[in-house]
């Protein structure tokens, strides 16, 4: 006995065999997948039911909560250290003069760090896509934001090392005790 299914893209019937009843296909034509329905009472054909499964209006699965590995813990707080230490000194700077120098610098010297590695992960993620991406992102005005905001999946944790290195080192400059 075969049922008749319908493709949900571009409502192309098939003719289906029992045995892929209740299971995904793939349409030939379109590429779609949809779900090849159960016959109802013993009628020889049926029409697939239209997955929702792509609306825009379902609700995402919800995340579990993950478990860091090692490596990241200590990625995340190497980070955190990096960053942490030079505005702490910052701020004691204001209350201690003798210790706002040796923030400044640090907080510069770390700043620039993090933010020309930041520059250079961006680089190197254009470099992995081609290496005409590397020559726009360096010589073409507002290319690299253009990339950026294009591939911010890829790269928005260099985007956010090089924002931090920049915020960090304006902290300092604003610091910078005056006497």
């Not at 779900?35 to 020889?44: F, I, L």
């Not at 700043?111 to 993620?125: A, E």
């Not at 081609?130 to 905001?149: D, E, G, K, N, Q």
Request: charged residues 10%; hydrophobic residues 45%; positive net charge.
């Amino acid at each position: 006995m075969s049922v008749t299914a319908v493709c949900n893209g571009c409502n192309r019937s098939y003719n289906v065999s029992e045995k892929l009843y209740g299971k995904r296909v793939k349409c030939k034509q379109c590429g779609t997948s949809f779900q090849v329905p159960m016959p109802a009472g013993g009628a020889a054909s049926a029409v697939a039911i239209p997955s929702y499964a792509s609306s825009p209006y379902t609700r995402a699965p919800q995340r579990r909560a993950t478990e860091l590995d090692s490596a990241s813990k200590w990625w995340l707080y190497g980070h955190g250290i990096a960053f942490g230490l030079p505005v702490l000194l910052l701020v004691v700077g204001k209350v201690f003069p003798s210790v706002a120098l040796p923030g400044v610098m640090l907080g510069t010297l770390v700043g620039f760090v993090m933010l020309i590695w930041g520059n250079v992960g961006i680089l190197l993620t254009a470099g992995r896509e081609s290496a005409i991406c590397v020559l726009l992102c360096l010589f073409v005005p507002f290319y690299s934001v253009y990339y950026i905001i294009t591939r911010f999946d890829d790269v928005k944790f260099y985007l956010a090392r090089s924002v931090g290195g920049l915020a960090l080192v304006l902290f300092a400059a604003m610091t910078v005790p005056t006497k």
